[in-house]
C-alpha cells in the first residue's frame, strides 16, 4: 500500500498548480482543521477580498477631484471601448505574446541542452540565472537603455570595430522594448521548463539518433513534441508576466508603446481614477484568462 | 560531433553574454569616477561605494526595503507552512481550491494583484503603511514557499512518518522529529526566495506605499526620472552580489537542483 | 507474552474492496506468516493491526481487550517496513532510541538499551555511525532492533527481507526466526516468498484475492492445500484437469488410483487432480498400467544438484524432478512413461 513517491515538480513547473499528494484521511473535527483556518483566512482576507473590492469598485462612479461614489453602472467598462484604449488592449496583447514566442523559443534550446550538461555546469548557470532573476526590472530597463544609447552603447562598439558608419540610439524603441521584455522573462522560462527537460530520460533521444535523426531533427520532431505541455505552460506564464510589466515599457518604449499595466497605474496612482483603473484590470484579467483558455483548448485538441 | 560542441558552445555562450550584459553595466558605471553617465567607466574608484553608506536617503531605502523583505519572507513561510502541511497530511475534498488560491497571487497578471492592494489599504485605511506592504508581499509570494515546502514534504517518505508512529510518536511528536528537520531546507530556501523577490519588487510596493515608503526599486526609479547617480548602480551590485551568495550557498549544500526541480 | 484476535475483519476503500472477513487467532509467541501474491490484501492486513489503517468493519483484539480505535501510537507493536524507514537525520544509536526518547527515557538509559540492542542484533559499537555507512543487511539489523526497542506486544514485519541479496536473505530468515523464539515474541510477518514463510513461520496464512484461504502449518499448507490457488501458490505443482470415476479419477483417458476422494463429488464431476513434482517418476517406456502415463520429454533442466524433466502427456505439461541419481538419463524427443503414486495423487474441488 506504501509507496515512494514521486516528488513533485517545483513552482515553476507545469504541474505545479495540482496540489500535492494527500495519503492521509480526511482531518476531523475543529482540531484537526486549526492548521488550515490561519492560512485560509490569511489569503481570504488579503487576497479574495481586495479582489471582490477591486471587482466592486470598477462599477463605482467617479466624481471629480479624485473621489468616488458607490454606485453599479458599466460607465468605466464604455470608457475602456475607446479607440485608445482598445488599441492599447490589442498592442498589449500582441507585445507580451511576441515576447512570449521569442523567450519560449530561445528558452526551449538552451534549457534543453543545460539539462544535457554536467551538474557542475548546471549549478552555476542556475545560480547565475537566479540572480539574474533578482535584478530590479528597474535595473533592466536602465541597463539596455544604457547598453542600447548613442552615447555609451553597443552601436559605440561597432563603429570601433568599423561596422558601422556612425553611433545610433536604438531605445526607446519596440525592438529594445520586445527585447527587454524576453530578457527579464527569460529566466523565468528556463526555471519553469527546467524540471521537465531534466525529467525527459535520455533513451527517447538516444533512441531517435540511433534511428537516423540528426541533433537538431531530434530536437524537432521528439524533444520539443514531448515537452509540449510544459512548452504550452511557459508560454502562458511568460505572456501573463510580460503583461503586467509596468517599468520597462515607460524605460525602453515609446509612449505609443506604454501597455495596459502602465495605464492602469496611471489611472490609479496619477488621474485617482480608481474605477476605470479597476474597470482596465478586470478587463485585462478576462482577455487573459480567455487567452489562456483557448491556449489550453487548442494544445488539448492537439494532444488528441 | 566536433561542429555540434562548437555551434553549442556558441549558442550557450550568445546567451550568457546577453543575460550578463546588463551586470557589465551596472559594475561599469557603479565604478564610474564622475558623476556624469559614462560608459565604458573612466576612472575606476569605488567612491559611490562610500556615498551609498553616507546618502541618509539611500540608507533609509535600503533599511526599509530590508525590514519589509525579511517580514514579509517570514509571514510568507508563516501562511505557506500549515497550509502545505495540512494538503499533505489529509485527504480533502476542497485540496485543488485551496491550493489554486494560494497559487493564484503569483500567476495573475502583477499589475492587476496590486491594484487589488491599493483599493483594499485605501478601504481599510492602511494605505501608505509599511505594514501594508509586508503583508501585500507576504500574500503575493506565497506560492514559492507553498511549492517549494510542498515538494519538501512530497520528499518525505510515508513509511518513516509511519515508522514514527508505530514507534510511540503522536501527531505533534512526527511533526517535530520527522517532518520538521525533513523539510528544514526547504523552508531556508523558501525564505531566500522571497527575501530575495521582496527586495527587487516595485509595482506592489509602489501601488501600497510608494509615496510614503520609499523602497530601493522605488527610489532607483526616481532617481533615474529625477536625477541621475551612480548610486543606484552600486545598489544594484550590491543586492546581485547578496542574490548569487544566497543561490550560489543554495547550491553548494546540493539541494538547488532538486528545488528546482531536478529528481 | 500476548495474542492477538482479528474478528471479522475487513477494509474497502470507496467501493474497492481490499480486506474481506478475516477471523484470525494469533496465539502468544507464534510467528504467523501472511502470505499471497501482490495485492492480496496482507499488507492491508497487517497494516490495520498496526494500527495504520482503520477497517471498514470487524475488531482488532489484543490480549482480550479491543484496541481497534487506538491510534498507532498507543498501541505499542514493533513494526518492520519494507523500505525500513529509518531516519535518515538520525544516527543509529538514535534511530534505536526514537521510540525511547518519545516516551522520555533519559539520555543515560537510552544509551544503555541502545547497546544492550545492538548486542541482540550482533552489531555492537555501531551507535554512532550514521545509517548511510551501513551495508543492507546491517541497517536490517538496526530496523529490527529499534523496532524491539520498546519492549513491543507484537513485532509487525512487513516484507523486512525483500531489499537483500538472496544470500543474505536466507541467512537473515534464520538468525529472525532464532531471535524471535529466543524473544518469544508474537510476531507476524508479511511475505509473497513462500521459502521465507516456510523458514520462518509457525503457521502460515495464505491470502488469496482479498481473503485468507488457508491457515496451517507449513507442512499441512504444502501437503494438504485447501484448494487449487493453494496448491498453485504454494511450490510447483503438477495440476491435471480430471474428472471423478468411481474410487479415483480419470485424467487424459486414462484411469488413476488416489488414495482419497474429497467428500460431496460425484461421479463424473469436475476435479483437479494434484501431484507435487518430486513424487512424480520417469520411467523407460512400456505398455500403460494402472498410474502410469505414457509421455514425451519436451525439456530438460538439469540445475546441478536436481535435475527438472518436463514431459507432455496429450496437452497437459507434467513437470518431474528428483536427484539425479534417481533418474533415468532422457533427452527431448524420448517416449517415457510417468508414474504416480496413488498415496501422492491429492484430489481438488475443480
Redesign the interface.
Known amino acids: 500500500?506504501?509507496?515512494?513517491?514521486?516528488?513533485?515538480?517545483?513552482?515553476?513547473?507545469a504541474a505545479?498548480?495540482?496540489?500535492?499528494?494527500?495519503?492521509?484521511?480526511?482531518?476531523r473535527g475543529l482540531r484537526?482543521h486549526l492548521?488550515?483556518l490561519?492560512?485560509?483566512a490569511?489569503?481570504l482576507v488579503?487576497?479574495?477580498?481586495?479582489?471582490g473590492?477591486?471587482l466592486a469598485?470598477s462599477f463605482f462612479h467617479r466624481v471629480q477631484g479624485g473621489f468616488y461614489e458607490p454606485a453599479f453602472e458599466l460607465d468605466n467598462y464604455a470608457r475602456f471601448l475607446t479607440p485608445l484604449f482598445v488599441s492599447a488592449l490589442g498592442f498589449s496583447i500582441l507585445l507580451c505574446g511576441l515576447a512570449a514566442t521569442v523567450c519560449v523559443a530561445?528558452a526551449l534550446?538552451?534549457t534543453w541542452?543545460?539539462g544535457r550538461s554536467s551538474?557542475r555546469v548546471?549549478?552555476?548557470w542556475?545560480?547565475?540565472?537566479?540572480?539574474?532573476?533578482?535584478?530590479?526590472?528597474?535595473?533592466?530597463g536602465?541597463?539596455?537603455s544604457?547598453?542600447l544609447s548613442r552615447?555609451?552603447?553597443v552601436s559605440n562598439l561597432l563603429v570601433a570595430l568599423g561596422l558601422a558608419a556612425e553611433p545610433a540610439a536604438w531605445s526607446p524603441s519596440f525592438p529594445a522594448l520586445l527585447m527587454g521584455l524576453c530578457?527579464v522573462s527569460?529566466?523565468y522560462a528556463v526555471?519553469v521548463l527546467?524540471?521537465?527537460v531534466?525529467?525527459l530520460p535520455s533513451e527517447i533521444t538516444e533512441a531517435a539518433r540511433t534511428l537516423g535523426a540528426s541533433?537538431v531533427r531530434t530536437f524537432l520532431t521528439v524533444v520539443v513534441p514531448s515537452l509540449r505541455r510544459a512548452v504550452v505552460a511557459t508560454l502562458i506564464?511568460v505572456f501573463?508576466?510580460t503583461?503586467?510589466s509596468?517599468?520597462l515599457p515607460q524605460?525602453l518604449g515609446q509612449p505609443q508603446h506604454w501597455t495596459?499595466?502602465v495605464l492602469?497605474?496611471d489611472q490609479?496612482?496619477y488621474q485617482s481614477n480608481?474605477p476605470f483603473?479597476?474597470a482596465i484590470?478586470v478587463f485585462?484579467?478576462l482577455v487573459?484568462l480567455g487567452l489562456i483558455g483557448i491556449t489550453l483548448l487548442l494544445s488539448e485538441r492537439g494532444r488528441a | 560531433m566536433r561542429g555540434?560542441v562548437l555551434l553549442?558552445r556558441l549558442?550557450?555562450g550568445l546567451?550568457?553574454a546577453?543575460?550578463a550584459?546588463?551586470?557589465v553595466?551596472?559594475a561599469g558605471?557603479s565604478l564610474n569616477e564622475k558623476r556624469r553617465?559614462?560608459?565604458?567607466p573612466e576612472g575606476l574608484s569605488l567612491n559611490w561605494y562610500a556615498a551609498l553608506f553616507a546618502d541618509e536617503k539611500w540608507v533609509a531605502a535600503l533599511r526599509n526595503s530590508g525590514t519589509i523583505a525579511v517580514l514579509a519572507a517570514l509571514l510568507s513561510v508563516s501562511?505557506?507552512l500549515?497550509?502545505?502541511?495540512?494538503?499533505?497530511?489529509?485527504?480533502?475534498?476542497y485540496?485543488?481550491a485551496?491550493?489554486?488560491?494560494?497559487?493564484?497571487?503569483f500567476?495573475?497578471?502583477?499589475?492587476?494583484t496590486?491594484?487589488?492592494?491599493?483599493?483594499?489599504w485605501?478601504?481599510v485605511g492602511l494605505y501608505g503603511a509599511m505594514g501594508a506592504t509586508i503583508?501585500?508581499h507576504g500574500?503575493f509570494f506565497?506560492?514559492?514557499p507553498?511549492?517549494?515546502i510542498?515538494?519538501g514534504?512530497?520528499?518525505i517518505?510515508?513509511?518513516t512518518v509511519?515508522a514514527a508512529r508505530t514507534l510511540g510518536a503522536d501527531e505533534r511528536a512526527v511533526f517535530r522529529t520527522v517532518v520538521l528537520p525533513g523539510i528544514l531546507p526547504y523552508l531556508v530556501s523558501s525564505f531566500a526566495f522571497v527575501f530575495?523577490?521582496s527586495?527587487?519588487?516595485?509595482?506592489v510596493s509602489?501601488?501600497v506605499s510608494?509615496f510614503t515608503v520609499e523602497t530601493?526599486?522605488i527610489k532607483?526609479?526616481n532617481s533615474?526620472r529625477y536625477g541621475y547617480t551612480p548610486i543606484?548602480a552600486v545598489v544594484?551590485v550590491l543586492?546581485?552580489a547578496v542574490?548569487?551568495t544566497v543561490?550560489?550557498l543554495m547550491?553548494r549544500n546540493g539541494r538547488?537542483?532538486?528545488?528546482?526541480?531536478?529528481? | 507474552m500476548h495474542d492477538l484476535r482479528l474478528e471479522g475483519v475487513a477494509k474497502t476503500y470507496g467501493t474497492v474492496l481490499a480486506v474481506e472477513q478475516v477471523d484470525l487467532h494469533v496465539r502468544a509467541g507464534e510467528l504467523v506468516c501472511f502470505l499471497g501474491p501482490s495485492g492480496c490484501g496482507k499488507?492491508?492486513l497487517l497494516?490495520i493491526v498496526a494500527g495504520l489503517?482503520?477497517p471498514s468493519a470487524g475488531r482488532v483484539v489484543v490480549d482480550g481487550r479491543d484496541i481497534t480505535p487506538l491510534p498507532s501510537h498507543r498501541r505499542e507493536f514493533g513494526m518492520v517496513?519494507?523500505?525500513l524507514a529509518l531516519f535518515g537525520h538520525l544516527g543509529v544509536g538514535e534511530n534505536i532510541a526514537y521510540p525511547l526518547r518519545i516516551r522520555g527515557v533519559p539520555a543515560e538509559r537510552r544509551r544503555a538499551r541502545v547497546e544492550e540492542l545492538l548486542a541482540l542484533v550482533r552489531l555492537p559499537g555501531v551507535a554512532d555511525r550514521r545509517v548511510t555507512q551501513l551495508s543492507g543487511g546491517q541497517r536490517q539489523r538496526i530496523a529490527i532492533a529499534r523496532a524491539l526497542a520498546m519492549d513491543p506486544k507484537l513485532l509487525l514485519l512487513d516484507e523486512p527481507l525483500s531489499a537483500l541479496d538472496a544470500k543474505l536473505r536466507e541467512a537473515m530468515q534464520i538468525e529472525l526466526r532464532l531471535l524471535q523464539q529466543r524473544l518469544g515474541i508474537t510476531t507476524i510477518l508479511v511475505t509473497h516468498d513462500q521459502r521465507e514463510a516456510m523458514t520462518m513461520a509457525d503457521r502460515i496464512v495464505v491470502m488469496g484475492n482479498h481473503r485468507i484461504q488457508q491457515v496451517g502449518t507449513p507442512l499441512e499448507i504444502y501437503r494438504r492445500p485447501a484448494n487449487t490457488f493453494v496448491a498453485d501458490f504454494i511450490g510447483t505443482s503438477n495440476l491435471l484437469p480430471a474428472r471423478v470415476a468411481g474410487t479415483g479419477v480419470r485424467f487424459a483417458g486414462h484411469p488413476i488410483a488416489v488414495a482419497a476422494l474429497p467428500p460431496g463429488l460425484s461421479e463424473g464431476a469436475e476435479a483437479t487432480l494434484l501431484v507435487r513434482p518430486e513424487e512424480l517418476h520417469v520411467l523407460p517406456a512400456a505398455a500403460p498400467g494402472p498410474n502410469r502415463l505414457p509421455a514425451t520429454v519436451a525439456f530438460v533442466r538439469d540445475v546441478g544438484s536436481l535435475v527438472e524433466v518436463h514431459v507432455d502427456c496429450g496437452d497437459t505439461r507434467l513437470v518431474t524432478a528428483g536427484l539425479r541419481k534417481d533418474q533415468p538419463a532422457v533427452a527431448p524427443g524420448d517416449t517415457v512413461q510417468v508414474n504416480l503414486p496413488p498415496e501422492a495423487c491429492l484430489v481438488l474441488a475443480a
Do not use: C
Not at chain 1, 488579503?46 to 479582489?51: G, I, N, R, S
Not at chain 1, 542556475?126 to 533592466?140: C, R
Open positions: 500500500m506504501t509507496t515512494t513517491r514521486e516528488p513533485q515538480p517545483t513552482m515553476t513547473s505545479a498548480v495540482l496540489p500535492p499528494d494527500a495519503a492521509g484521511d480526511g482531518p484537526q492548521p488550515v490561519y492560512p485560509a490569511m489569503l488579503f487576497f479574495v477580498v481586495p479582489f473590492i477591486m469598485f530561445l534550446p538552451f541542452l543545460l551538474v548546471q549549478t552555476a542556475l545560480v547565475f540565472i537566479l540572480s539574474v532573476l533578482s535584478l530590479s526590472e528597474v535595473i533592466v536602465f541597463s539596455w544604457v547598453l552615447s555609451a552603447g530578457y527569460l529566466p526555471l527546467y524540471p521537465s531534466v525529467r541533433p506564464l501573463v508576466f503583461l503586467g509596468y517599468l524605460l495596459l499595466s492602469i497605474t490609479a496612482v480608481v483603473a479597476a484590470a485585462l484579467m487573459s | 555540434e553549442k549558442f550557450m546567451v550568457a546577453f543575460l550584459a546588463p551586470l553595466v551596472v558605471v553617465l559614462l560608459f565604458p501562511i505557506a500549515p497550509l502545505a502541511w495540512f494538503l499533505w497530511r489529509y485527504r480533502v475534498r485540496a485543488r485551496l491550493f489554486a488560491l494560494g497559487v493564484a497571487p500567476i495573475l497578471p502583477p499589475v492587476i496590486a491594484l487589488g492592494f491599493l483599493v483594499f485605501t478601504s503583508v501585500s500574500i506565497m506560492t514559492l507553498l511549492v517549494n510542498s515538494l514534504l512530497e520528499s517518505e510515508r513509511e509511519e530575495v523577490l527586495i527587487n519588487e516595485y509595482i509602489y501601488m510608494g530601493i526599486p532607483i526609479f533615474l543606484m544594484a543586492f546581485v542574490s548569487f543561490f550560489g547550491a538547488l537542483l532538486r528545488i528546482l526541480g531536478r529528481h | 499488507t492491508t497494516r489503517e482503520t517496513f519494507q523500505s
